[in-house]
């Protein structure tokens, strides 16, 4: 890592390499001032507050940090560049312009799309308001108890708008441009950049497929037709289990509809590594969710091929996953996404799939 202080120099050096979790949590770096610290501590408990209900709500952890808390034998200023440049989201408070907030602030406004930060500002600040930046996100708030019960909800729904973006804050309009039906066969040797995934994922062409996914690292093992977004859809695919990590329950499926990679941002069906298949039931606008067993399939073997057959339309979503069949009205399911991407996700293991059907209802 470079020890300079200058951002700049700190960019030009390759991403730092992410670590490998279970489920690795995002990460939400917090630009504010210091001092006084009663009250900057007690607002970063607030965002750890904020961090925790998202988290329960999506099921994922939210790790938020400062530049107090990092430590390492390297100089302070690169790691809060490198901070800066690799967390998923910045909450940044600019009340009363500190002047090593703001330069924190310049440097992720150059390197990160405005819609990744997230900027405060204390109502009753004596200090111009800062027109520069105003087409990033901005959330006012008082210092009172009222206020700060404001600003715990404005964030939760605004964190959880920044998070509907992912995976792809980093590729806007990706796959509009695909073209339907689609067709791939890729037991042929030929690859498709319909098909996306992540630069972090695993995905090399087999003799009878394409293998795809991240074991240990949940939010990049999946693939998607691009950022093709529908509503009414019919996929068809074969998958199998490559590899799994034993000591976790893996499992595989599809998503119609799919706001990002979150199961229960989306309609999924999913195989379970013991033959259960089920779909995934959102139950309102928080998140919470549940799994619906839809049948089992008999003598199970993960490494042969599954036929998986998904339709969503206006009225119905139907499902067939070999000879496990059911159908869910959309008016009878609790909450229905109007449109959405089309994932392939690979939870805990690699897939292998072929035979991909794509048709615009």
Avoid at 93 to 114: F, I, Y
Avoid at 174 to 198: C, H, K, M, V
Avoid at 270 to 292: M, S, V, W
Wanted: hydrophobic share 40%.
């Amino acid at each position: 890592m470079s020890g300079s202080v200058w951002p700049y120099d700190t960019f030009q050096e390759p991403e730092p390499r992410m670590d490998d979790r279970s489920i690795r949590a995002i990460t939400c770096f917090v630009i504010s001032p210091f001092k006084p610290r009663e009250r900057w501590d007690d607002m970063f408990k607030l965002f750890q507050s904020v961090a925790s209900e998202v988290s329960r709500r999506i099921n994922v952890p939210i790790e938020c940090r400062r530049a107090d808390q990092i430590v390492s034998s390297g100089m302070l200023h690169s790691e809060i560049w490198n901070s800066l440049r690799t967390a998923d989201f910045i909450i940044c408070d600019v009340s009363n312009q500190n002047g090593n907030v703001m330069l924190e602030l310049g440097v992720a406004a150059a390197w990160r799309k405005k819609e990744q930060i997230i900027i405060l500002r204390d109502k009753n600040d004596e200090k111009p308001f800062l027109f520069d930046i105003n087409p990033a996100r901005h959330i006012e708030y008082e210092l009172s108890f009222s206020g700060y019960q404001k600003l715990v909800n404005d964030l939760i729904e605004i964190v959880e708008k920044v998070l509907a973006t992912f995976p792809f804050h980093g590729t806007p309009g990706y796959g509009q441009s695909i073209s339907l039906p689609f067709r791939a066969s890729l037991n042929n040797g030929i690859d498709l950049r319909e098909l996306y995934t992540e630069d972090i994922t695993h995905r090399v062409l087999l003799p009878d497929c394409l293998e795809f996914g991240a074991p240990l690292n949940y939010r990049y093992s999946w693939m998607s037709l691009g950022d093709r977004r529908l509503s009414r859809v019919h996929v068809k695919a074969e998958l199998k289990m490559t590899l799994q990590v034993p000591h976790l329950a893996p499992f595989m499926g599809i998503m119609v509809r799919g706001q990002n990679y979150f199961t229960n941002f989306g309609h999924f069906i999913f195989a379970q590594h013991d033959g259960t298949i089920y779909l995934t039931i959102r139950e309102d606008d928080t998140g919470k969710h549940h799994n619906e067993p839809l049948g089992k399939i008999a003598e199970f073997d993960m490494r042969k091929f599954i036929g998986f057959d998904v339709s969503i339309d206006d009225d119905v979503l139907k499902i067939q996953v070999e000879k496990v069949v059911n159908s869910k009205k959309l008016g009878e399911l609790p909450y229905v996404f109007s449109a959405g991407r089309i994932y392939f996700i690979a939870g805990y293991c690699r897939i292998g799939i072929r035979n991909i059907e794509i048709d615009e209802l």
